[in-house]
């Protein structure tokens, strides 16, 4: 069974930066990735990385600002967030996907918030 743990949520200013990580343990997927729920929002994709390090981002929110990067060797996946906004506001969660994470999720994280004040 695959456990996913996220750390380095927290609150941060408008236009500062924060760095998100997932652990993994009991397995390795081939695709990772992030994705957040706003208050009253539905739960949204934000990045994806394969394990060849191939990513995809939504494109339209957080490409140029957003960066995902996975350590196969210690099983990690990080999100590198800058120029943050207050609508970025929201529980992010690391998930897994022996497939492709945008499509299917096999297994998620428990989440961490991120809040960006004004």
């Known amino acids: 069974q695959v456990q996913l743990i996220e750390s380095g949520g927290g609150l941060v200013q408008a236009g500062g930066s924060l760095r998100l990580s997932c652990a993994a343990s009991g397995g390795t997927l081939s695709s990772m990735g992030w994705f957040r729920q706003a208050p009253g929002k539905e739960r949204e994709f934000v990045a994806a990385?394969?394990?060849?390090?191939?990513?995809?981002y939504d494109s339209y929110s957080v490409k140029g600002r957003f960066t995902i990067s996975r350590d196969n060797a210690k099983n990690t996946m990080s999100l590198q967030m800058n120029s943050l906004k207050p609508e970025d506001t929201a529980v992010y969660y690391c998930?897994?996907?022996?497939?492709?994470?945008?499509?299917?999720?096999?297994?998620w994280g428990q989440g961490t918030q991120v809040t960006v004040s004004s």
């Open positions: 998930a897994a996907s022996a497939g492709f994470v945008r499509k299917e999720v096999d297994y």
């Open positions: 990385i394969s394990w060849s390090g191939v990513t995809t």
